[in-house]
């Protein structure tokens, strides 16, 4: 094979749309159930067509989205099953993640760590739970960035896409009486005493408590998965 040339690599619009439609699935923008169509998609960010349907076929492809009927995409439906195998990976990988990036946070990173609790709280305290959402994702990648893991991480997130709309089932119990945020303070200390262990169990006991609480929440929903109705 002759020796090729790497060409450059430059963002395109379809990239960039990509890139800012992942992190609103990653994020918890959606619900679970929720329909775009390419022309809503393009005509909310601004775009035309094929962008916007680019951005949505890679995500159908990674497993964010699904293809609905017509020419619609939707955000996958839940059941019990979907959530309880998602958790089988998520709990021992992000534990894992975690307690490796743990040595790496330093001063900096506590801080960083601190802002997104600060913001966190801010937003439950006026009822934002998307703002919260986000600011509690922002808070656990940056605890499993620090573990400069790159395949690691590209398997949290591929699974963090499919959990990402889950995250409105922990509302308004979990989010309510402030268990996250205190199993995230308790987070910070751990990395401020260098304790991966500890950050691993602080971790692994979080996602145990929101696997709880959106199971309780959808055995309440009818037929039994949130979404197959929208």
Do not use: C
Not at 36 to 48: C, D, F, P, Q
Not at 74 to 84: G, M, N, S
């Amino acid at each position: 094979m002759p020796e090729l040339a790497s060409p450059e690599r430059v963002e395109t619009l379809s990239d960039q749309v990509y890139a800012e439609l992942r992190k609103a699935v990653l994020a918890g923008a959606f619900v679970p159930g929720q329909r775009m169509t390419i022309r809503g998609l393009a005509a909310e960010m601004k775009v035309s067509a094929t962008p916007a349907r680019e951005a949505l076929n890679r995500l159908v492809a990674e497993g964010g989205l699904e293809y609905g009927p017509g020419k619609t995409v939707r955000v996958p439906a839940i059941t019990a099953a979907k959530l309880d195998e998602i958790y089988l990976v998520r709990v021992p990988l992000e534990g894992t993640a975690a307690e490796l990036g743990a040595a790496r946070l330093g001063s900096r990173g506590i801080a960083k760590l601190e802002a997104f609790v600060e913001r966190h709280a801010a937003a439950l305290d006026r009822g934002d739970f998307r703002a919260s959402l986000r600011e509690n994702q922002g808070f656990h990648f940056t605890l499993y960035g620090a573990a400069e893991r790159p395949l690691l991480m590209q398997v949290v997130e591929a699974m963090w896409l499919r959990i990402g709309p889950m995250m409105h089932l922990l509302y308004p119990t979990f989010e309510a009486n402030r268990s996250g945020l205190r199993n995230h303070l308790a987070a910070i200390e751990a990395v401020r005493a260098g304790d991966g262990a500890a950050l691993r169990r602080i971790v692994e006991k979080d996602l145990l408590e929101g696997r709880a609480t959106m199971l309780r929440a959808l055995a309440g929903q009818a037929p039994g998965n949130l979404g197959d109705a929208a």
